[in-house]
């Protein structure tokens, strides 16, 4: 797990471009600033024209790469649980009880 940032944001996509299957899970204190962070990501994603040209399909906070990669973004509530990413990234403004509890147990090693 790592702390939201824009080099962070970076690495994720990058992943996801180069590692089939790779599976990144944004996680932010409220649906809204899911929102807002996944708009982010695709502005991010369509300045590269190799990012852009990886990207099979893009709808409601949910990336999908031709190569299987995908990101999603969630509030981490209590809906973010039964979830498993390869990477989480998280907004700063999460407790460290849901943290801990929700978020830090979605992620899991990638493997090829």
Do not use: W
Not at 3 to 19: F, G, H, N, P
Not at 94 to 109: G, K, M, N, P, Q
């Amino acid at each position: 797990m790592v702390q939201l940032d824009y080099l962070e944001e970076l690495k994720a996509i990058r992943k996801c471009v180069q590692l089939p299957g790779f599976r990144v899970g944004v996680f932010t204190k409220l649906i809204h600033d899911a929102k807002c962070v996944y708009m982010d990501f695709v502005n991010e994603i369509c300045l590269d024209e190799e990012e852009k040209d990886a990207i099979s399909k893009v709808q409601d906070r949910y990336v999908t790469f031709k190569n299987g990669s995908s990101i999603r973004f969630l509030s981490a509530g209590d809906s973010a649980r039964g979830h498993k990413f390869n990477f989480v990234l998280y907004d700063k403004d999460i407790s460290s009880d849901i943290l801990y509890s929700v978020v830090a147990h979605t992620e899991f090693r990638y493997e090829e």
